[in-house]
């Protein structure tokens, strides 16, 4: 008898305190009063959840009209790991800082220029410092350590109105823009609202790197979001590392250079 792999299945279930015995571990706040019928409450959430049985392990006040709960439970959902598409990698080759700066040198004959800030009311930098400051992150040197890029790093809550205007007065390459403030949708606003402002200040571009910056976006919960969503040409998560970014930079202003 064959078997086809298309039927081949791996069902897996959380691990708690055995393996396979399907418990997690919740949190959440609930806008009502500490009390046994908050807690009721929030037995009732976990159960619209798919967590049964359920158990509150923790509850704390947070303030007289909010309690925040734990709760341990077995859900009921099963996960097929083998039928899970995995997303697609990178489609641009990884590159040394060398070979970063022998493109930009070889090609463009001039300094590739990179304005880089946090915009909005997001005072948050450790993101933007970690790609664009020498420094950089996870062992990798930020873009001011390439040779061949000038960077312009605005620092945190910079208008959409001043970034393009700096943008358009260093004649900038890429823009780079780091959201970490989620609340509201904060990020998604901010970035359509950005994105909006440099269609308008480039009213005869083509897309990124074609009339107008390249535009870049970073941050922690973009994952549900496409480029195309926001208006902007590329979306790093978190994890990015500066390497991964000048990378992107050459595939996408210096389609032609490839590394010898």
């Known amino acids: 008898m064959t078997i086809s792999v ?30 046994p019928r908050a807690e ?11 967590l049964e049985p359920a158990s509150v392990v923790h509850t704390k006040a947070m303030g007289p009209d909010f309690t925040f709960f734990i709760v341990y439970g077995k859900v009921t959902h099963l996960i097929d790991y083998a039928g899970i598409v995995v997303p697609e990698g990178r489609e641009y080759e990884l590159l ?44 990798e040197k930020g873009l001011e350590y390439y040779r061949e890029i000038e960077v312009h790093n605005l620092g945190a ?12 007065d260093a004649n900038a390459d890429a823009v780079l823009v780091s959201q970490v403030v989620t609340q509201k949708s904060a990020h998604i606003h901010n970035t359509k609202q950005m994105a909006g402002a440099f269609t308008d200040a480039y009213p005869t571009s083509l897309t990124g790197g074609l009339g107008r ?23 790093f998560g978190k994890g990015t590392t500066p390497g991964e970014v000048a990378s ?13």
């Not at 009721?40 to 798919?50: C, N, R």
């Not at 946090?118 to 062992?139: Q, S």
């Not at 992107?248 to 010898?260: D, G, N, Q, R």
């Open 248 to 260: 992107y930079l050459v595939a996408a202003l210096i389609p032609t250079w490839s590394p010898a």
């Open 6 to 35: 298309d039927t081949i299945k791996q069902i897996i279930r959380p691990y708690g305190d055995t393996t396979g015995d399907a418990m997690v571990q919740v949190s959440f706040t609930l806008p009502v009063p500490q009390g």
């Open 157 to 168: 809550q910079v208008e959409v109105d001043e970034l393009v205007a700096h943008a358009k």
């Open 213 to 235: 910056p390249l535009l870049v976006v970073g941050g922690p919960r973009f994952d549900t979001v496409s480029p195309s969503d926001l208006g902007v040409d590329r979306i």
């Open 96 to 139: 040394t800082p060398q070979q970063v700066n022998l493109a930009i040198r070889s090609v463009l004959g001039r300094k590739l220029v990179v304005v880089g800030a946090c915009i909005g009311t997001d005072a948050h930098t450790v993101g933007i410092d970690a790609i664009l400051n020498v420094k950089g992150f996870a062992g």
């Open 40 to 50: 009721s409450a929030a037995l009732q959430l976990a159960g619209k959840m798919g």
